[in-house]
């Protein structure tokens, strides 16, 4: 069955540096477009990158642009997001997702303290 998993995340001090993972089965990975997504304390889930399947077509939402990275490897079935700059309004817990299967992974919890 589909599965999306992700890692990566914990705790760690404003300005620092966090790599999350997605490593994704089950699913023609190679072919899809995934998300990174989070949800913070009391907020709704939002959109934080997206990227093609090809990786030639990348979002940021405006709040991460210039600090956060996407990538995949599609040989391994991983997407990545280097988290670099950290502000305590990044703390939330961050989700992959692979719109076409319409697919959650369980999250990871990234807290950037002050």
């Known amino acids: 069955q589909v599965q999306l998993v992700e890692s990566g995340g914990g705790l760690v001090q404003a300005g620092g540096s966090l790599r999350l993972s997605c490593a994704a089965s089950?699913?023609?990975?190679?072919?899809?477009?995934v998300t990174w997504h989070r949800r913070a304390p009391g907020k709704e889930r939002e959109l934080v990158a997206s990227?093609?399947?090809?990786?030639?077509?990348?979002y940021y939402a405006a709040s991460v642009k210039g600090r956060f990275t996407i990538s995949r490897d599609n040989a391994k079935n991983t997407m990545y997001l280097q988290m670099n700059s950290l502000k305590p309004e990044d703390t939330a817990v961050y989700y992959c997702?692979?719109?076409?299967?319409?697919?959650w992974g369980q999250g990871t919890q990234v807290t950037v303290s002050s």
């Open positions: 997702y692979a719109p076409r299967l319409g697919s």
């Open positions: 990227i093609s399947s090809g990786s030639g077509n990348i």
């Open positions: 089950g699913f023609t990975f190679s072919s899809s477009t």
